[in-house]
């Protein structure tokens, strides 16, 4: 096979394409769980964000409308896991199974008279610059806006979370939330703030599935990537370079083993299928092995219910 | 695991209000047994659409979607026939042991099992479709419209019925190009655009111009609109997603069989059958062709289809060697159905091994 440089370009823009639903949703439960509070409703708040944004997309005919409401939408689950979770202090883990649980339900009830109808094409920018530069043309233009700001979120919030007061606010409640409410900060208040964030990201990750990237509705069409973004999190030590990598990783191995698969390389098939999650992982652990800095960045008090009447 | 609980719960819920309805009513009751959700545009989605022609032919139906291929099954199909109906149609091939148990309990109600052959007792029917006939016209069309002679071919688990399709593709676009090349990739997954896009991605990155596909959803096509190739719909018509890249579709119609069987039961005629059924009976369909296609080729497709359902052509005529050169069908014979029933081995020309 003769491996020229534009088809080089074209396997890292559909690598970093895949990447673009880990990227938010993983980006938006390190925010969540920055402020201490896990919440493993991740696929189901992203579930929840693909149906709604291609039934708006479907009823109003605005881009724009389902965008934001598919975020709205995640904003709106993710208030029920806050009240559950903050005012109600149920346990973290066993509310955010049952919401996504709930997610995969009620989208499927929605999403019933939406099965079999075609999405409407997103617009991409910069599509006359791709074939202007080799290599980098297909990388860099040619994408969604969704694309763009998946790509900048990383260092978004890596700078939100070192440089910001806000930042600092949030890691001080996901670090010792009791400090924090000494120290006359609203734990509650920012905790949820924090979730809304992520349900609205994890909203905006399914939008990107059913509206830019397979523009079409059927159920459980997120195939768990919203559990592959929860383990990034984790496996990232919760910083969101980190996440950048592991998800491109992720998406670039998903699509390598078939790409070998068309060349014809004589690896069983199973074990290609596999090596994303195993090199991920792997790759991961590799990279975060300095315990000290685990310790820093870890959320001390994270999965732990704060108890306080204020 | 979730997936499973809240289907469980859902089923339960749905099974217990439909048999509540269902009570009440005195025609022929049919009931029908989905694998999947019906939402997934595909498989299961089909078998909806045929019980939709049921209900419109006059009976009753009742529907339980995401039954597991395991105890569960036996416990929803019980629970059917003891709750007054007739008929009841299991859609998966993982259903054939519960389907043969069941059915001895209940002698009075009638089973139809399809894609399984265990019929252990009078009162059970099995049926499946021959897709692989739908497949030689795809591989026609395949090889006469590709202009790299390299075509890709999007694949999700090695079973026979999967393998059937590859091996029949194949030879068909074979004997319209020799020198055509099939790029198989296993997706592993019967649905889950994402991935299905991804693999279909690889394969025109890789020089595909044609893409056909035996797995679910709709992002195939949509990938091969997206970047100006062909493909073909799958189980239903999928042009609408993409008018430009789906040259035609093959599509899975359950309906006729289901109004005839469950009639059959109205009139007391239903006997125990083992149904095959191609294009010739309407089982399988073969949408609208695309105008991109030249009129010979239309003409050629429409004789094929004329003669695929008429018997003169069969999708596996000898002389049929597999990869090793090994005589499969010899000349002017024809596969016997139990051949294609087990078929397990890539005919000469495709690419790659099997997954074990």
């Known amino acids: 096979m003769i491996i020229d440089i534009n088809f080089i370009g074209l396997i890292i823009a559909s690598i970093m394409a895949s990447a673009v639903p880990l990227i938010l949703a993983s980006c938006g439960e390190l925010i969540t769980e920055r402020s201490g509070v896990l919440n493993l409703g991740v696929e189901g708040m992203m579930i929840i964000g693909a149906i709604s944004g291609f039934a708006l997309m479907t009823v109003t005919g605005s881009l724009i409308i389902a965008i934001f409401g598919a975020m709205l939408a995640g904003v709106l689950i993710s208030t029920i896991f806050a009240f559950l979770t903050q005012t109600l202090i149920t346990?973290?883990?066993?509310?955010?199974?049952?919401?996504?649980?709930?997610?995969?339900?009620?989208?499927?009830?929605?999403?019933?008279?939406?099965?079999?109808?075609?999405?409407?094409?997103?617009?991409?920018?910069?599509?006359?610059?791709?074939?202007?530069?080799?290599?980098?043309?297909?990388?860099?233009?040619?994408?969604?806006?969704?694309?763009?700001?998946?790509?900048?979120?990383?260092?978004?919030?890596?700078?939100?979370?070192?440089?910001?007061?806000?930042?600092?606010?949030?890691?001080?409640?996901?670090?010792?939330?009791?400090?924090?409410?000494?120290?006359?900060?609203?734990?509650?208040?920012?905790?949820?703030?924090?979730?809304?964030?992520?349900?609205a990201m994890s909203g905006l990750a399914g939008a990107y599935l059913s509206m830019i990237y397979t523009p079409q509705w059927i159920e459980n069409m997120t195939g768990g990537r919203g559990w592959i973004a929860l383990a990034l999190v984790v496996f990232s030590t919760w910083n969101p370079?980190?996440?950048?990598?592991?998800?491109?990783?992720?998406?670039?191995?998903?699509?390598?083993?078939?790409?070998?698969?068309?060349?014809?390389?004589?690896?069983?098939?199973?074990?290609?299928?596999?090596?994303?999650?195993?090199?991920?992982?792997?790759?991961?652990?590799?990279?975060?092995?300095?315990?000290r800095k685990i310790r820093l960045s870890t959320p001390s008090s994270l999965g732990k219910s704060f108890h306080k009447d204020n | 695991m979730h997936k499973f609980l809240i289907r469980s719960f859902v089923s339960s819920l749905v099974l217990l209000f439909t048999l509540t309805?269902?009570?009440?009513?005195?025609?022929?009751?049919?009931?029908?047994?989905?694998?999947?959700?019906?939402?997934?545009?595909?498989?299961?989605?089909?078998?909806?659409?045929?019980?939709?022609?049921?209900?419109?032919?006059?009976?009753?139906t009742t529907y339980v979607e995401g039954v597991p291929e395991s105890a569960d099954a036996e416990r929803v199909l019980r629970q059917l026939a003891n709750s007054g109906h007739d008929i009841i149609f299991t859609t998966s091939f993982g259903y054939m042991n519960p389907t043969n148990k069941v059915a001895k309990e209940f002698p009075n109600v009638k089973f139809e099992h399809a894609t399984g052959y265990k019929r252990e007792h009078p009162n059970v029917s099995t049926y499946a479709a021959r897709f692989y006939e739908g497949r030689t016209i795809l591989g026609t069309i395949a090889g006469t419209m590709t202009k790299s002679n390299v075509i890709g071919y999007v694949a999700s688990f090695p079973i026979p019925e999967v393998i059937r399709g590859i091996n029949s593709f194949t030879l068909a676009a074979q004997k319209v190009n020799p020198n055509i090349k099939t790029k198989i990739v296993w997706a592993f997954t019967w649905y889950d655009p994402g991935k299905e896009a991804e693999a279909a991605k690889a394969l025109i990155d890789q020089g595909a111009d044609v893409i056909a596909q035996h797995t679910d959803s709709t992002a195939i096509v949509q990938m091969a609109e997206k970047a100006g190739v062909y493909a073909f719909g799958q189980a239903s018509d999928m042009d609408k997603f993409a008018p430009k890249a789906v040259l035609t579709s093959v599509e899975n119609n359950w309906g006729p069989y289901y109004v005839d069987r469950v009639k059959a039961v109205a009139n007391g005629t239903w006997n125990q059958k083992d149904t095959w059924h191609g294009i010739g009976d309407g089982m399988?369909?073969?949408?609208?062709?695309d105008s991109q296609m030249p009129s010979d080729l239309q003409a050629k497709v429409k004789k094929l289809q004329a003669d695929l359902?008429?018997?003169k052509v069969h999708s596996f005529t000898g002389p049929i060697y597999d990869q090793k050169g090994n005589l499969m069908v010899a000349e002017g014979k024809t596969a016997d159905d139990g051949m294609l029933a087990g078929m397990m081995t890539y005919v000469k020309g495709v690419e790659g091994d099997i997954p074990k």
């Open chain 2, 21 to 60: 309805v269902a009570a009440i009513a005195k025609d022929v009751k049919a009931a029908f047994v989905y694998i999947g959700p019906t939402g997934d545009h595909g498989w299961t989605y089909q078998h909806d659409v045929g019980r939709k022609a049921v209900e419109a032919a006059g009976f009753k």
């Open chain 2, 284 to 289: 399988v369909v073969i949408s609208g062709l």
């Open chain 2, 309 to 311: 359902a008429s018997g």
């Open chain 1, 91 to 199: 346990n973290h883990v066993a509310t955010g199974l049952a919401l996504t649980i709930f997610g995969i339900g009620i989208s499927a009830m929605i999403g019933k008279n939406f099965v079999g109808i075609p999405g409407k094409e997103f617009p991409v920018l910069y599509e006359g610059l791709k074939d202007t530069i080799p290599l980098l043309g297909p990388i860099l233009f040619g994408h969604s806006i969704v694309f763009y700001f998946a790509f900048a979120l990383p260092f978004i919030t890596s700078y939100f979370l070192k440089k910001t007061k806000i930042g600092l606010i949030v890691r001080a409640v996901g670090d010792s939330p009791e400090s924090a409410s000494n120290q006359g900060i609203n734990v509650r208040l920012v905790r949820y703030a924090c979730i809304l964030y992520g349900g």
């Open chain 1, 241 to 291: 370079i980190k996440i950048l990598i592991g998800a491109m990783i992720f998406g670039g191995l998903t699509i390598i083993q078939f790409h070998m698969q068309a060349i014809g390389v004589r690896i069983p098939v199973q074990f290609l299928t596999a090596l994303p999650y195993i090199v991920t992982i792997i790759v991961l652990v590799v990279i975060s092995r300095d315990s």
